[in-house]
């Protein structure tokens, strides 16, 4: 095992992204601008369901200044994230299927006169039945399909089964079943989706920068979409103002401007409006829960029943990986000998729900955290003695085989309970006051690539020379959560130098070494793997170099602060520069390259040694823990819910950039109160976004902020590269069911459906009291 | 998203601008802060050939105050200017509490009142207090001038009684009488950016003896397509000590006068309770600072 002394990691550096960004100077894929540039605009479709007859732009070509114009049938390759499932196509064939989904778009020499051309497509629909509730949707399949090859409106349906739940439910004291419903919410990236391509017809290379999480992913599908080898495409990101999951795939942003790119022999670039990003969604899925939990006499969780009905709208997306995510969620961070997972992902005609923060386990965390707040005070227990008595620990591996090889959770949960005096305040503050306790975890990177493939899921190139010093290599994405910096600094660490020494070149599928892309909240993890090894290597050759000119042997030499000393006689030391001059002149440029390849875990029920189906999904390397308590002020009369104050400790294993890490915890928990208390999109009955607008989707403001007390608590994963674990998606998975339990302490309702609305709170309420 | 092409004025005296609106006629729209016109604008809601831009011309601006005569307060006044206002907090504290809830920061810096009270928003948010407040506002055209209450100003959902070719000008505030206080309240989802599901405001001026309403008005907005003025809390309640049992009554009156209808903000069911609970606060919070004033 390594030590934990570090002096690049560990430390709160300066974001290497953030003055330029403070400063206003970053630059983004919009605020680009090429030579003989045209712009694209996409025409949408006006209903949510409906064939499409016919398609006459003629008017829209023969206004000054349109340069070409496209429709589906230019495009006809279907994509998606998850190969298995990809049916979107990049505009409408013969049919739509959401309102709003793009049916033609056209380049313009402007963006006024591209809008102005989008008015003059003329577009004839046969409307069809608009189907928006899942469980209609299924009912009506025989009658209607959204996918003419997609029977009963689902996409895919699921079972699990481990153990032998109902023979542990029937020897339960303590079993509560209930329905939970979450929302349909958007991610709100301040970014709007935005895209230029650059197709170069004299060498038929295509260059395409885009506001994007997974370069590589991207890469893939517009090798498909354009019918051109990925050789011949390159994928830059620019500065990225935030993705969330919303941006984990691509957009028909992408595809049109390569399209118009290459019908135009002209860069095209095509961003979107809050509008569009609004229509084309891809957010959280809105999920229709059934869970049902037993205990032990003695509070052991015995068996947990789990049955999904995942609103995913229009087409597949992650969908699927989406919905395995929610059965895997269930089986921590408490031990779960027995469990069952029943669920299906269901086709509407809505906007099409993807990937989003803290993916797939928010919503069945809310049910859990909630139940086992309930059975808690069915048993006359505190909920944290219930929590704790359950919670897993370091090397536990749960029934479905995942495998947890370090865990500070208890510790979570016990500084959250101790900062917040949670004992003290629980059940006794007075009514309309009340505090709540939720735990969660989250993934640190998956086991799997989404297409079947066994390569490396990072590599990482470092390059060292006189002229640039050192220079890490590698096509991560930095979206806002700060990879370039963490980097650096784990490169640096390595290395014996400085942060601000290192160049990161990342977010660029030609410069940068093979990265599957900022998900899964991966890349601390997966890319501290690869640049531990590629570091060692340059060590290696420097070691060796240095030990000449010092004099002594390479194993006993170390490298910090930019110098060179023997371990044993510190006198003896040089200038790291100095040792990469005399290797350059004799050897040249030096390399290192690292790989990272996650273990390979198996889905399998371990009592019977059998395979599950889409167990695979949910295996992680290492796992991140958030424990949140919560309070909040309910106004009794006008049902308005208010968060005073959010208590939380996480284990994100050692912190890198402990500010990023307050960073990302403070951010999670903002982005998911907006759906515990204010967000949802609302249709109206034909599939009409109604608030496609940052102004009427409400997202807290600043006015809206508790106060926050984050501990990260002392954690160092001895399996993972500088200790890490995540700590962008652990700490989203608390804040609704800690709400929720808080809402209850307060006023003595639980919620079972979000938001949580003034509206809900006073009927709920007004109920109560007529009891 | 793309405005369509307009001809823009901007004149620098008030004359310049009745003529400029007389002469445009309704192919014109004053701009003053645009937060709503160039929205409505944006979405082709509206799309005016001229746009005249009435932000140079001084005379409508500013707020200015006469101990015993009461505040003039210019149309394109700021609402950023309005929120940080000692004299509008001592004296018209309804309206200054509902300055300080318009939108978010950046907002109020380009929103003007008279736009406020033009683009008559039923949710508006000083509608609700400047009619409380027994405001009157000032038209004015090339053809000359006229005032009108400011309840008689905005007659229905995003309707007012300008005339083509008129602008308003300005507000006046009557000097509050003794033993006065005015308060603001409103409810919204969130605390800042939000458009009021319900808002109101409370006018209360008490007899000598500090308990006994003498003069009362309560106006609610965003309950109806215009700001509601009511009837039956002063009938209930002027002539009266107030206490908390007549209060719940009068918030009761309040609720049943309401006439809310359901929208993506909020049910009419849900607006209905809130106008209890709000009347009730808003009276009490009135009562209370009438006793001190
Ligand atoms: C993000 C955002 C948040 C908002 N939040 C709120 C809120 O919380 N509460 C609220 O009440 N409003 C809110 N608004 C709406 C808007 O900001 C206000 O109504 C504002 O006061 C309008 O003033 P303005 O000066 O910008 O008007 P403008 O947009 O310039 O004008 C509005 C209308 O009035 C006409 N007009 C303006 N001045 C005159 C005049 N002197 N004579 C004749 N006609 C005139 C214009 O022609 C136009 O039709 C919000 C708007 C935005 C964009």
């Known amino acids: 095992m390594e030590g934990k002394k570090f002096s690049q990691v560990g430390r709160s550096v300066t974001r290497i992204d953030g003055p330029a960004k403070v400063k206003g100077e970053a630059i983004y894929t919009d605020d680009m601008v090429m030579a003989r540039m045209a712009h694209g605009k996409i025409k949408r479709s006006t209903y949510a369901h409906a064939f499409i007859k016919n398609i006459d732009y003629s008017k829209a070509l023969a206004l000054p200044g349109v340069l070409a114009v496209i429709t589906g049938e230019d495009a006809p390759n279907k994509w998606g994230i998850v190969p298995q499932t990809a049916n979107e196509v990049t505009l409408a064939v013969d049919k739509v299927r959401f309102h709003g989904e793009g049916v033609a778009a056209v380049a313009a020499i402007d963006e006024e006169t591209a809008e102005e051309a989008l008015d003059l497509i003329e577009v004839e629909y046969e409307p069809l039945p608009v189907l928006l509730d899942p469980f209609e949707s299924m009912k009506r399949a025989g009658e209607i399909l959204i996918h003419e090859n997609e029977p009963d409106n689902v996409l895919h349906q699921g079972e699990q089964l481990f153990g032998d739940p109902d023979q542990a439910f029937a020897g339960c004291k303590y079993v509560l079943e209930k329905k939970f419903y979450t929302s349909y919410v958007n991610h709100a990236f301040l970014e709007p989706h935005s895209s230029l391509a650059h197709y170069d017809p004299q060498n038929g290379q295509l260059q395409l920068w885009s506001s994007n999480q997974v370069p590589h992913y991207l890469h893939r599908q517009l090798s498909i979409v354009m019918d051109m080898p990925m050789n011949k495409i390159r994928v830059i990101l620019p500065a990225v103002g935030g993705g969330f999951g919303g941006k984990g795939e691509a957009s028909s942003s992408d595809f049109c401007a390569a399209l118009l790119s290459r019908k135009t022999g002209r860069p095209v670039r095509v961003t979107y409006d809050r509008n569009e990003v609004f229509v084309t969604n891809k957010g959280r899925h809105p999920c229709h829960m059934k869970m049902k939990i037993g205990l032990d006499q003695n509070g052991y969780i015995q068996a947990v029943d789990f049955d999904n009905t995942l609103d995913g709208g229009a087409y597949a997306g992650w969908g699927m990986v989406v919905m395995f995510y929610t059965t895997s969620m269930i089986h921590l961070p408490y031990k779960v000998p027995n469990a069952r997972a029943r669920v299906r992902r269901v086709y509407t005609n809505k906007p099409t729900c993807g990937a989003m923060r803290g993916l797939g386990g928010v919503q069945p965390r809310y049910a859990m955290e909630c139940l086992l707040d309930e059975l808690a005070e069915m048993m006359g227990v505190s909920a944290y003695e219930l929590k704790m008595k359950n919670a897993v620990e370091s090397g536990y591996r749960s029934v479905s085989n995942l495998h947890v090889p370090h865990t500070e959770y208890k510790k979570c949960l016990q500084t959250v309970v101790e900062n917040s005096g949670y004992l003290e305040k629980h059940g006794k503050q007075p009514f309309g006051k009340g505090i709540g306790l939720a735990g969660g975890y989250y993934i640190s990177g998956t086991a799997y690539t989404l297409y079947l493939s066994y390569k490396p899921h990072t590599t990482v190139l470092i390059r060292v020379d006189t002229e640039g010093g050192v220079t890490v290599h590698c096509a991560a994405a930095d979206i806002g959560q700060g990879c370039n910096t963490v980097m650096a600094q784990m490169a640096a660490e390595v290395l014996g130098v400085n942060y601000e020494d290192v160049h990161v070149v990342s977010g660029d599928t030609e410069l940068g070494t093979f990265d599957l892309g900022s998900f899964a909240s991966r890349v601390t993890y997966a890319s501290g793997v690869a640049i531990k090894e590629a570091a060692r290597q340059i060590n290696d050759k420097l070691f060796e170099v240095a030990a000449g000119m010092l004099s002594c042997r390479a194993e006993q030499l170390e490298v910090r602060d930019r110098r060179f000393y023997s371990v044993f006689e510190p006198k003896k030391n040089i200038e790291w520069e100095k040792v990469v001059d005399v290797y350059t002149n004799t050897v040249g440029t030096l390399t290192g390259i690292g790989h990272f390849s996650p273990p390979r875990l198996k889905g399998i029920d371990l009592t019977r040694g059998e395979r599950v189906q889409g167990a695979n999904i949910g295996h992680s390397p290492t796992f991140g823990f958030s424990a949140q308590a919560i309070e909040v002020d309910v106004d009794v009369e006008t049902g308005k819910v208010r968060v005073t104050k959010v208590t939380e400790a996480g284990d994100c294993g050692q912190a890198v950039n402990p500010m990023s890490v307050e960073g990302q915890v403070e951010g999670s928990i903002m982005f998911t109160l907006g759906q515990a208390l204010y967000e949802e999109m609302h249709l109206d009955k034909d599939g009409r976004m109604m608030n496609a607008c940052l102004h009427h989707y409400k997202v807290p403001t600043v006015m809206e902020l508790p106060e926050m007390d984050t501990t990260i608590v002392d954690s160092y994963d001895p399996t993972a590269p500088f200790g890490v674990k995540e700590s962008g998606e652990g700490p989203v998975q608390p804040t609704i069911p800690a709400i929720a339990n808080a809402v209850y302490d307060a006023i003595g309702v639980r919620f079972t459906e979000l938001p949580i609305t003034p509206e809900k709170v006073l009927k709920a309420l007004k109920e109560k009291q007529g009891k | ?293």
């Open chain 2, 1 to 293: 998203m793309y405005l369509d092409e307009f001809e823009y004025y901007a004149p620098k005296t008030a004359d310049e601008t009745f003529e400029l609106a007389g002469r445009l006629g309704s192919q014109a729209k004053v701009l003053a802060g645009g937060t709503d016109l160039i929205l409505n604008m944006k979405q082709s809601l509206l799309k005016p050939q001229c746009l005249i831009d009435i932000n140079g011309v001084k005379e409508f601006q500013g707020l200015i105050y006469e101990a015993g005569k009461g505040a003039v307060i210019g149309a394109a006044t700021k609402i950023s200017e309005l929120e940080h206002s000692a004299v509008l907090r001592d004296k018209y504290f309804a309206l200054h509490q509902a300055a300080r809830e318009l939108g978010s920061t950046q907002v109020r810096a380009m929103a003007t009142i008279g736009g406020n009270i033009c683009n008559a928003s039923p949710a508006a948010e000083t509608s609700s207090p400047l009619v409380a407040l027994g405001t009157k506002v000032v038209i004015n055209s090339a053809a000359g001038e006229r005032e009108l209450p400011l309840e008689d100003f905005i007659i229905g959902n995003r309707k007012t009684a300008l005339e083509q070719g008129e602008l308003l000008v300005k507000f006046l505030l009557p000097e509050p009488a003794p033993q006065t206080a005015s308060c603001y309240t409103n409810i919204g989802l969130r605390n800042a950016m939000e458009i009021d599901a319900v808002n109101m405001a409370v006018n209360l001026t008490l007899e000598a003896d500090n308990r006994t309403v003498k003069v009362l008005r309560l106006v609610m907005g965003s309950v109806a397509p215009r700001p509601l003025v009511s009837v039956e809390v002063p009938a209930l309640l002027v002539g009266q000590a107030l206490n908390s049992n007549l209060i719940e009554k009068a918030a009761a009156a309040a609720a049943g006068e309401a006439q809310p209808i359901s929208d993506i903000r909020a049910t009419a069911e849900y607006r209905r309770e809130a106008v209890f609970v709000l009347s009730r606060r808003v009276l009490q919070e009135a009562f209370n600072a009438a006793q001190e004033v």
